[in-house]
């Protein structure tokens, strides 16, 4: 077995040179071994995609309401387990157990978000006829891609692909996941409480454990990827993909910005801003990692954040907030971009940076202030519990530097009476106005990014969407007053036609005018 150690090659998802036939998971509170699941082959793999392949056809039989029959058995069993599925993802990842158990609701709530909407947004659609084709009926269906693959990140172990896994199987394809090595327990976990569910269909989702390997293994068989990780390993799932012209969800990194205005509640903003770059120990690709405060209400704001950041503590005991950081290799990444804040002219208000205390799978939150716009905090993804704060004139500094980033998921906006006029400035996929990261608990949104951040995306009516594909169908339904898709249509059919186009759009536009 080999193990994960930090090396130049890694990323915030692991090191993608990492094989061996085992993955061995740690208790992150204890740091010992957890336990031990095989790595799956090419062969594990193929023969997965296979009773995949076998099953995507009667799960699309079953029609709206099969399925919906055995999701809400499905959210039966995982609302029974989910105080032991919180454990394990406490045990796995590190995260408190209400931070687990907010997981285990997040996947509860899309389970209902799809059986509440998915014939709705996927059902039949009925669409008119031209006048010049009365003869003809027409409509749109969805179908399913067949087999989808999600490769899923150890940050959420469970919230973040069991939300694409639902929606997937909701569209009516089968679904192979792949989770994390650092946490696969919750992904075996998953799948087996699917084949209790629903021992009718067991193949219609399955969990493959293994390194990237693996997920690369799996990105070869299946019909469309869905990947959440960083852009480095977003970029060679989606190299994968192109050479086979495989259709792909990307859900990639974040350098997710604040902007706090100077009409903003201070109070209500630092509290939020607080959460949203701390929880889960910063450890979300919509974490906030950049303030942006205008100089007005600068040192206030700041004052209030310090207060708030200085009571969280990163450990695994009850009163503690955050946990550690699962990824040994991420630890190097998030001290040299404060280190590189500190050089650059910034101070810590909240932190010892260089102190990585008596436990180094412990990170400890940092506030920054005075930060240069262009340190790696303010720009790159830092991916732990790190804030950097810098200091604009106004907001259209504010709104112009986060454009101008090469990301654009997530972000908050606070002010009390122009939120929303500069929300919708902002050219990311997601904000929350004098709020944070609230976007991401409405299983009704659609959640994704542009630029480095990744494009598709999962949740809502669009994550029903991504994973089907339109099929238009018309129907010749009687005879044709004058053809129009044969050469049997009179001599001059289509210069009449266009003759009376013109001037009824003549005619339209003399209405308007007068």
């Known amino acids: 077995m080999t193990t994960q150690t930090a090396q130049s090659t890694a990323t915030r998802d692991g090191d993608p040179d990492t094989t061996g036939d085992e993955v061995i998971t740690l208790d992150q509170s204890t740091g010992d071994e957890l336990a031990r699941y095989r790595a799956a082959g090419p062969e594990q793999v193929g023969a997965a995609v296979q009773v995949a392949r076998t099953a995507a056809g009667p799960w699309w039989d079953l029609g709206f309401d099969g399925r919906a029959v055995r999701l809400r058995a499905w959210r039966r069993e995982i609302a029974r387990g989910g105080e032991d599925l919180a454990a394990l993802i406490h045990a796995e990842n590190g995260k408190s157990l209400e931070d687990g158990r907010a997981e285990v609701l997040s996947v509860l709530g899309h389970l209902t978000f799809v059986l509440d909407n998915v014939e709705r947004v996927l059902g039949r659609r009925e669409i008119p006829a031209p006048a010049a084709m009365p003869h003809q009926r027409a409509w749109v269906e969805h179908l399913p ?13 469970l919230g973040t692909p069991g939300a694409i896994v639902i929606h997937a199987l909701a569209a009516g394809n089968a679904v192979i996941l792949k989770p994390s090595p650092i946490t696969p327990g919750v992904g075996v976990w998953l799948a087996r409480s699917w084949r209790r569910a629903v021992p009718d269909l067991p193949g219609a989702f399955q969990t493959v454990v293994g390194f990237a390997a693996t997920g690369r293994h799996l990105t070869t068989g299946v019909d469309k990827v869905a990947f959440t990780g ?23 990194g974040g350098n997710d910005a604040v902007v706090v205005a100077q009409d903003a509640d201070l109070d209500s903003a630092a509290a ?34 310090a207060a708030h950041a200085g009571r969280v503590h990163a450990g695994s005991g009850d ?44 990170v400890q939150p940092t506030i920054l202030v005075d930060v240069p716009p262009d340190a790696l905090a303010a720009t790159e ?34 002010s009390r009476d122009r939120g929303e006029d500069i929300a919708r400035r902002l050219r990311v996929g997601m904000t929350s106005v004098n709020d944070a990261l609230a976007f991401s608990q409405n299983a009704g949104l659609p959640f994704g990014g542009r630029g480095h951040s990744g494009h598709g995306r999962k949740h809502g009516d669009e994550g029903l969407l991504e994973f089907v594909y339109p099929h238009a169908i018309t129907v010749h339904t009687g005879p044709t007053p004058t053809p129009t898709t044969t050469f049997a249509r009179p001599p001059g059919a289509m210069a009449r036609a266009l003759a009376a186009a013109r001037d009824r759009l003549d005619a339209d536009d003399q209405t308007e005018r007068n």
Do not use: M
Not at 230 to 251: F, I, K, N, Q
Not at 396 to 413: C, D, H, K, Q
């Open 272 to 305: 939020h801003i607080t959460w949203g770059a701390l929880q889960n120990a910063g450890l979300g690709c919509i974490s906030l990692e950049v303030a942006y405060v205008v100089d007005a209400v600068h040192d206030t704001l700041v004052e209030k954040i």
């Open 381 to 414: 993804e830092t991916f732990g519990p790190v804030l950097a704060i810098v200091r604009v004139r106004d907001t259209e500094e504010a709104i112009t530097r986060i454009n101008a980033s090469p990301y654009g998921l997530g972000s908050a906006v606070f």
């Open 319 to 362: 009163d503690d907030l955050i946990g550690p950081v699962p990824l040994p290799a991420q630890i190097p990444v998030i001290r040299h971009h404060v280190a590189d804040a500190l050089r650059r002219g910034a101070t810590a208000v909240v932190g010892r940076p260089a102190d990585g205390g008596t436990d180094d799978r412990y």
């Open 145 to 157: 891609y067949g087999v989808v693959g999600v490769i899923g990140p150890w940050n959420f172990p």
């Open 230 to 252: 960083s852009v480095r390993s977003g970029r060679a799932v989606a190299a994968d993909c192109a050479a086979r012209l495989t259709p792909a969800l990307l859900e990639l």
